[in-house]
């Protein structure tokens, strides 16, 4: 047996749902995809080979061509770019004497950007992938350390209301939240629970979870499925990422207790592509370290309730993190997001009822089957109530992951809980690259999701990055018209179109009539784009006009 | 019995099944609802976005080729919002791909008070001009991704899968695997992607031998069969 057929043999009889792992195996084991892996592929899992093809071309980490045994990709978003990652890819560049995107004449290094790597509180940032071993990501990235090799990056987390960042990396206890759910409680009273407490979603949209829940539960069709949204992506957001990498069981046990509430037996965690620590090393031990202690997998605890959870890592596509874009990338398809209605609750992944919940929200499900809708009340106000995870990032003293009690506001958290304002402020950028902006006297607002919504605002997936007065705005917007661009699907023509219209504006020197085209093209892909993309993707960008229409 | 739902379209009442889509009833009621994608015999996909329609002054605009007509639903299919947005898309559109062979969006950008030259130096999407068999041509500069090519020669009709979508926003367009020729792909030649093409990006090549001025005689020979060119033939 050849090599590609060793890779292949374990994916017999499997269908197009196995695409995007088989694609990663070969990938690892030639650093590209042939044409002749693609056909071999095409037969193993009965896939046409222009679709295999397609979705090669639809994912960045993927490559359709031979690269060097090293890919280095640096990340050149908000954060990294106030960081100084366009110096450290230019002298990494000059050093190995090639231009971006080329590989050296040697065939060792591939070199280029990447967007956002959610590495951003240690800025600058990169991913390395190396033929044969797989992805690394490399912290506090220089030139050097690119070349010569890795050390571990640590958490930086702190806040007043340390819950879910409590216990970090501690062996596996007993699932304490879902044997009692298992033993004392039904179906309807863990949703009660989880309903009663007031958690929406931490994702980004806010949708209480204890209604998702709810519905799914009520559809009378089977098999049901519980999919994690690891897939975190928006420039500035990377709490996620801590909590994966040092509590991947809270995460498993929040899925078991959905599996458990709405009558699943089967999770999706789907991962981003860009980490790989927390993939390949956490997540994979922690779900054997559950199944060996009979905390995951048949008749978990003796119950009759059986619950096995499989990794999905994904390839570089910020869309995915929509969520029928992430059904589309297990079922092993472009990630394409799905018109709604319908929605997952009824025809989610592979058209089941399907829960799809972010990692912090299935996280904070935990406590709160433990220790009651009351106790998880006990921090926020009514229409934000819990902890709330927040991933800081650019000009401030400490910037981590803050776990906080809803309510103290933005001066407070930086002032007293994140070492500061690094310089004098100019600007806050609210909810990532999807958000918006606030200006210096606007950061005595409340950090609460009812508070910066009536401020024209968002807490979003809870990304803050501050920007002092040595940054150059557009700079700033130019880099979040880049992003888009990179990251639109393709799919509607007003995001396709507009996030290139707009970068193009955004990078070059401005002209008469830019900031008409701007809210033209801002207030197009706003109104008419199809998923929640396209609709936010000049979000920034209008506020910024708003704010300081002497730039435009 | 079938259940149905009452709306008003532009302050015109209708009473349609359920599950009918705004376009059918705006349609049913002689409402004008442009389309670009849209097509009968494909899947919609709600890609162009033209069809938007203002549904009860919401928080974003609903594609009339896919969103359900609902019970007292006001519609309406042309306000300021939803020209706006017809308008801008055009404009984009017209700042990327070649129209000069797409007269109903040369009539919709008439309609829209398009201006041609709104985003001046923008990137355009050009591709080589692919002639690699003796039936069609493709341009792909003058592709605007409505991807009915693609859907009829999968699962819309066909079931040939000769063609797929490559690259990602922007960049995206219309390919067959790792870009061999037609002849080298699964492609039977059915034909059909030539019907359903809404802009002349895919074309028989004796069209596009006549719109070029070849002659006749030109035109026979590019579409001979090209295996022939490695026989010899004694005369």
């Not at chain 1, 560049?93 to 050296?104: A, C, D, K, P, R």
């Not at chain 1, 909590?243 to 037996?265: D, N, Q, T, V, W």
């Not at chain 1, 990055?465 to 023509?493: A, I, P, W, Y």
């Not at chain 2, 379209?9 to 009918?20: F, H, K, R």
């Amino acid at each position: 047996m050849n090599e590609l057929d060793a890779i292949l043999a374990p994916y017999q009889g499997r269908q197009r749902d196995a695409l995007l792992p088989v694609l990663w195996d070969v990938q690892t084991a030639y650093g590209y995809i042939s044409a002749d892996a693609v056909h071999a592929i095409s037969h193993t899992l009965r896939v046409p080979e222009s679709d295999i093809y397609g979705v090669i071309g639809f994912y960045s980490l993927f490559h359709d061509e031979p690269v060097g045994e090293t890919v280095i990709r640096v990340c050149t978003d908000l954060s990294c770019g106030l960081a100084g990652a366009d110096d450290v890819l230019h002298e990494l560049l000059v050093e190995i004497g090639i231009g971006h995107g080329e590989t050296s004449s040697d065939g060792r290094y591939t070199i280029g950007h990447t967007t956002c790597l959610g590495l951003c509180e240690h800025a600058p940032a990169a991913l390395v992938s190396r033929r044969g071993v797989g992805e690394h990501s490399v912290a506090s990235a220089t030139s050097q350390r690119l070349l010569n090799g890795t050390e571990r990056y640590g958490a930086v987390v702190g806040g007043d209301a340390l819950n879910l960042l409590q216990d970090l990396d501690q062996p596996l206890q007993d699932y304490a939240a879902l044997r009692q759910a298992l033993f004392d409680l039904t179906q309807e009273q863990v949703i009660a629970e989880v309903e009663q407490s007031g958690l929406i979603g931490r994702g980004g949209a806010a949708f209480p979870t204890g209604m998702k829940w709810k519905f799914t539960h009520a559809v009378d069709k089977w098999p049901k499925y519980v999919v994690c949204n690891a897939d975190e992506s928006e420039p500035g957001t990377f709490k996620d990422r801590v909590l994966m990498e040092h509590r991947p069981h809270l995460i498993l046990e929040g899925m078991a207790l959905c599996g458990y509430a709405i009558g699943a037996s089967k999770g999706y965690l789907f991962v981003r592509g860009e980490y790989p620590l927390a993939t390949s090393e956490h997540l994979v031990e922690a779900i054997a370290e559950a199944e060996a202690a009979g905390l995951l997998g048949d008749n978990i605890m003796g119950s009759d309730f059986s619950f096995r959870v499989e990794i999905r890592r994904g390839a570089g596509a910020y869309i995915c993190g929509e969520e029928t874009a992430l059904f589309e990338a297990i079922e092993g398809k472009r990630g394409f997001p799905r018109i709604k209605p319908p929605y997952p609750t009824t025809h989610g992944l592979f058209q089941q009822p399907t829960v799809v919940n972010n990692v912090e929200t299935l996280s904070a499900v935990v406590g709160i089957v433990e220790h009651g809708a009351a106790w998880f009340k006990q921090w926020g106000t009514e229409k934000s109530a819990g902890t709330k995870l927040i991933s800081i990032s650019g000009h401030v003293g400490r910037p981590g992951v803050y776990e906080i009690n809803p309510g103290m506001t933005l001066r407070e958290l930086i002032e007293d809980h994140c070492g500061g304002f690094v310089g004098e402020l100019q600007a806050v950028l609210m909810g990532g690259a999807a958000g918006t902006f606030l200006t210096p006297d606007e950061i005595d607002v409340r950090l609460t999701f009812e508070d910066l919504r009536a401020a024209g605002s968002t807490l979003g997936s809870g990304a803050i990055m501050v920007f002092n007065t040595s940054v150059d705005m557009r700079d700033v917007l130019g880099r979040l018209g880049k992003f888009f661009q990179h990251e639109s699907c393709g799919k509607c023509f007003p995001c396709q179109l507009g996030t290139q219209r707009q970068m193009e504006i955004l990078v070059r020197e401005p002209l008469a009539g830019d900031r008409e085209r701007l809210v033209d093209i801002g207030l197009t892909m706003t109104e008419a784009s199809l998923c929640g993309l396209g609709q936010t993707a000049a979000s920034a960008v209008l506020s910024a006009i708003q704010r300081w229409p002497e730039l435009f | 019995m079938t259940k149905t739902v009452t709306l008003t379209i532009d302050g015109d009442s209708i009473t349609v099944p359920e599950g009918t889509t705004i376009l059918e009833a705006a349609r049913q009621l002689d409402k004008d609802v442009p389309v670009i994608c849209y097509h009968d015999a494909t899947t919609a996909n709600g890609l162009c976005r033209v069809c938007v329609v203002d549904v009860n002054n919401g928080r974003v605009l609903q594609p009339a080729c896919v969103a359900a007509c609902t019970d007292k639903a006001t519609v309406e299919t042309r306000n300021e919002r939803v020209e706006r947005s017809r308008r801008t898309i055009l404009e984009m559109l017209n700042s990327a791909v070649d129209l000069a062979e797409a007269p109903e969006i040369q009539d919709l950008m008439d309609d829209y008070s398009v201006d041609r030259e709104r985003f001046p130096d923008a990137k355009r999407r050009e591709h080589d001009l692919k002639d690699d068999n003796p039936f069609y041509v493709r341009d792909y500069s003058q592709c605007v991704l409505c991807w009915r090519c693609v859907q009829v020669c999968a699962e819309d009709a066909q079931y040939t899968f000769a063609l797929t979508l490559d690259g990602r926003g922007f960049e995206t367009h219309v390919s067959t695997a790792f870009d061999i020729a037609l002849t080298d792909s699964p492609c039977v030649f059915c034909g059909q992607c030539i019907g359903v093409c809404p802009t002349g990006a895919l074309k028989p090549k004796v069209e596009f031998g006549i719109q070029q001025g070849w002659s006749m005689e030109d035109i026979q020979r590019s579409t001979r069969r090209p295996r022939r060119k490695n026989i010899t033939i004694e005369d």
